[in-house]
Each structure stands twice: as C-alpha cells, then as structure tokens.
C-alpha cells in the first residue's frame, strides 16, 4: 500500500477498515452539520501569504505547552470510544504521541482505563473530564488522574446536553447501542477489525466498569451515562475542580469572548478554543471565526489553544496566526488510528508536521513561537472579482 500523502488518504483507509457505524461517530457532526462544515470551510477560506527569497534553511517547530516542550505545537484530543477504532486505541494513541513529543488527552469515555494507559506509558499524559450529576465519581476520577501522575486535566464544559447526532441514530449507535440488520452486517465485513478488537484489553468503558453496577456491560454503562449529564453545571463546578485538581487545567468548549474572560479568571492555565468539533450547537460559529477575538481579549492571562477542523500543518499555522499558541487534533489522528494503530497515528503526526515546516518555509517563517498574522494574506480593498470567479486588481 502507498504511503498515505495527506490526512485525507488516512480517513479514506479508515472508512474501509471499520465499521460505519464507529467511522461515522467521528467523522460527523450534530444535527444539519452546518457548524461542523464551517470548521472546515473557514479554515480553508484564510489564505496563506508567499514570501520569496527569506533564508529559511534554519526553522525550528518545537514550542511550549503549558510550559512543556513538544516537538510541534499540537496535542492529541480527548475522543470517546477510542478503543473500538483500533484495540486498545488509547494505549497505541498515547505511545504514538510519546514517542513524537506531544500531548496526549484521554477521555473520560474512553475504552481503556485511566490505570490501562498509564501502565503502558514512560511519560505523563493529559486526561479529559466530565462533570456529571454523580459528583462522588467526578471527584474519584480526578483522584485516579492525580494517581495515575496525568500531567494537566482538561475539563470539557460544552457538554452540559448532548446535541442530537442523527448519523449515530441512523446507524444505531444510540444510547444504549442498537443493533440493527444493517450494522450487523457491516461488522461481518470486517473480520480483521472484530477479531482484534474482541482480543483488546477491555471491550466497555474502561473509567466506568468499576464504578457502574454491572459496568461490564456496554449497554448499561451506556443507559448510566445517558442519565449522567448534567445542565445544572455551573463556573462554581470548575472553581471545585480547580480545588481539588493540584496540576494543570484546561477548560475546553470556549465559543464566546465573555465566557473566555469568566474562563481567565478561574485559575485555569489554559482554555481550549472549540465547539466540540461541530457535535453540539449546531449553527454556532466556527472554531477559527472567534480564535482572534478571544485571543485578543484573554491572551495575556491564559494559554489559548485551538480546536476544530485541524487536518493538515497549514490548519496550524493558520490557527497561530489568529492567536492559538498550539492545536487540538481529534477526528486526523482517529481516522490515523482506524487506518493502522499505532504506525497510522505516528503516520498522521508526520503528515501535519511536514506540512507546517514546509508551509512555514514557505511563508518566510522560521520559528513556530513566531507565527503572526504576518503568515496570512490580506486582500486589498482594490482588489476586484472578475466574473467567472478569480480576482484582478483593478487599475
């Protein structure tokens, strides 16, 4: 098989290789789709600014995170149901990422556990928390978080409720799960997928099996969650996180510059710029539409990062430069994951990677920590269109 060139190659490998049902899960969005299809869309509509002729023979892509050097300005997000993507996806997910010099955030939905994880890693890693109604099995995962020596929690806040996802009813992936006809079937086209994910190191949540009566059972931890999610949640839920959290926090799902000033002040040490990847509010704006308002107004007190449409190096630089001081992958390293383990993650980190040094070299940069709005290419105001499409400057 060629090597894949793009991210684009390793999503078209992973929709061969999985069921529908779980390729579905990532690669789409909540109700019309039209927030999910603007994380892309605008993403794609900043331009990139060509400069010629700058000596670029020395660039460097390493930075900081949270005050922790990382080969280039990206993290591995939290994702649900890593675990049936590949056998024990979180386990190869956080090797990967270790072995690249990165972050990797697991999920509290995760299918390996907490403890899995760490035993399989030399290094710290982040965790993803939920705040549900059963605060008692908050406050215990943040206490395995804390045992497990997980570097920074990130505390997600945008999933108060579930947005509906019509494509995970359609395809039964409901709560609790349905099995129809047609996702039956499709499973017994993937023999090789079914055969190491039944030999996985767990096949349910892994952070909930102890904690949930019968929490072996996928469908009765997916009943018990259904019922977990709490809208009471309120900015006086993270101030007890904060108290009980010693390490690093990040409050991820920030979409307004008023919930980013009320996030600076919490004594978080960064906010993740996201709206959940187009799976919550649909017709909220794009990821990449409020970065520079939010990081105009918070940036000198908080660490803004970015998550939302990321697929390729130029998806960095553009976020940089609007603000960001690093990137949030989740549905790029998935499609990685499905398309070969552990090798396809790695495979999908050196595509990013290499695309943000050559974008990078491109636009005259030389350093990551440098990145400006400089990168981006702003149209003048005499610049016309012509019909037909296309642009000419007028005379």
């Known amino acids: 098989m060629p090597p894949a060139t793009n991210i684009e190659d390793l999503r078209q490998r992973a929709k061969r290789n999985i069921p529908r049902a779980i390729f ?16 892309r869309e605008d993403l794609a509509a900043l331009k990139l600014r060509q400069r010629v002729m700058i000596d670029v023979s020395d660039r460097n892509l390493s930075t900081t995170m949270l005050g922790e050097p990382v080969s280039m300005p990206v993290a591995i997000a939290p994702t649900g149901l890593t675990g049936l993507f590949h056998a024990d996806g979180e386990i190869l997910g956080a090797r ?8 990797f955030t697991l999920s509290t939905m995760s299918i390996c556990s907490i403890e899995d994880v760490a035993g399989a890693v030399d290094k710290p890693f982040w965790f993803q928390l939920y705040v549900m109604r059963d605060r008692g099995f908050a406050k215990s995962l943040v206490e395995r978080a804390i045992a497990a020596k997980c570097s920074a929690l990130v505390l997600t806040l945008d999933l108060q409720i579930q947005g509906q996802r019509h494509q995970d009813i359609k395809n039964g992936l409901a709560v609790p799960p349905k099995l129809t006809v047609r ?5 017994a086209t993937k023999p090789i997928w079914a055969m190491k994910v039944l030999r996985g190191k767990r096949k349910s949540f892994g952070n909930l099996a102890e904690f949930v009566q019968g929490g072996n059972n996928l469908t009765t ?21 904060r108290s009980l959290w010693p390490g690093k926090l990040i409050l991820k799902g920030v979409l307004d510059v008023d919930d980013a000033k009320i996030a600076a002040d919490t004594g978080a040490d960064a906010l993740v710029v996201s709206n959940h990847g187009g799976r919550q509010l649909d017709g909220a704006p794009s990821s990449i539409s409020v970065l520079p308002s939010i990081a105009e107004a918070v940036g000198d007190k908080i660490e803004v990062m970015f998550d939302g449409g990321v697929r390729s190096g130029q998806d960095v630089l553009k976020a940089l430069a609007l603000g960001a001081r690093s990137c949030m992958i989740g549905k790029a390293w998935l499609y990685g994951l499905a398309a070969g383990g552990q090798a396809g993650v790695t495979e999908a980190l050196n595509i990013i990677r290499k695309e943000l040094d050559v974008s990078m070299a491109l636009t005259g940069t030389r350093d990551v920590r440098e990145v400006t709005s400089e990168v981006l290419y702003k149209p003048k105001s005499d610049d016309v269109v012509r019909p037909g499409g296309g642009r000419q400057v007028a005379a």
Do not use: H, M
């Open 183 to 187: 996702n039956a079937l499709d499973v």
């Open 221 to 241: 931890l997916s009943q018990w969650i259904a019922g977990q999610f709490d809208p009471s949640l309120s900015w006086k839920d993270v101030a007890w996180i």
């Open 96 to 103: 990967a990422a270790q072995a690249f010099g990165i972050p």
């Open 24 to 39: 579905d899960y990532a690669d789409r969005g909540s109700y019309d789709e039209a927030t999910y299809r603007a994380n």
